[in-house]
């Protein structure tokens, strides 16, 4: 029939006309994005520790960075980190990678510019991270110290348990006790060190509470031995 194919396209054109419009009025109206849409990659300076994975990663050499020793805490120190973003292809792999998160892609993809050079994104170590760090490392030497404190008390309290214990406790008995206790048990040896270097006072509590233990356990075995010697009787 003439004109069938004239209908045809009118009736597509129809159809479409009262659906929905699915174009995006982008600029005026910014586009929904998915939510692990990759846009531009991003950098957070502090918690990088520059490990070097997230350039190893990288197939297109997109990443690198450059380090110099800390002359307090004699680590390597992060100066600055580079995303040459021309060559990134999005692929993820460095994100996934780094260890500590500070890799990210956003939702900025309005990534164009009139100058290659300006692409080339640059982070420099920011001001006062230096102090931040170095106030960080100080809890760190100060835990370091105490455990070393800790790993000397326990070898002295098993080489001359009642020396050391006399520090702690009154009584010979009550020494004695809790340093057969010490030598026969490491995990004791160990509460003990622990809390004679942290705190002096709970370390008094948790003593004569093994001790007490200790003690009933010994009446307990010379009651159950003197039924015994009656029952052989
Ligand atoms: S997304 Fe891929 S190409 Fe881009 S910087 Fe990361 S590893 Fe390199
Ligand atoms: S993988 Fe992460 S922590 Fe390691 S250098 Fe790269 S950005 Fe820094």
Do not use: W
């Not at 004239?6 to 699915?22: D, M, P, V, Y």
């Not at 102090?131 to 370091?144: H, R």
């Amino acid at each position: 029939m003439k004109g069938q194919g004239l209908i045809k396209g009118l009736g597509i054109t129809l159809k479409h006309f009262f659906q929905k419009e699915i174009t995006e009025q982008y600029p005026d109206v910014m586009p929904e994005l998915a939510p692990r849409f990759r846009g531009c990659l991003r950098f957070q300076f502090e918690k990088c520790i520059a490990c070097g994975i997230c350039v190893n990663n990288c197939p297109n050499d997109v990443l690198s960075f450059e380090t110099e020793k800390s002359d307090k805490s004699k680590k390597k120190k992060l100066l600055s980190y580079s995303i040459d973003f021309q060559y990134c292809m999005f692929c993820n792999l460095c994100v996934e990678g780094c260890p500590t998160n500070c890799l990210y892609f956003d939702h900025d993809f309005e990534l164009s510019s009139f100058e290659r050079e300006d692409i080339k994104m640059i982070y420099l170590r920011p001001e006062g991270l230096d102090e931040a760090e170095d106030s960080q490392a100080e809890p760190e030497e100060q835990e370091d110290k105490e455990q070393k404190q800790i790993e000397a008390m326990l070898k002295a309290l098993q080489k001359n348990p009642q020396k050391v214990l006399s520090r702690l406790l009154e009584g010979e008995e009550d020494i004695n006790i809790l340093s057969e206790l010490i030598q026969s048990d490491q995990k004791t040896a160990g509460k003990i060190a622990e809390l004679m270097i942290k705190d002096k006072e709970k370390a008094l509590k948790v003593a004569r509470g093994f001790i007490n233990k200790e003690k009933k356990n010994r009446a307990q075995q010379e009651m159950d031995g003197g039924k015994g010697g009656d029952n052989d009787v």
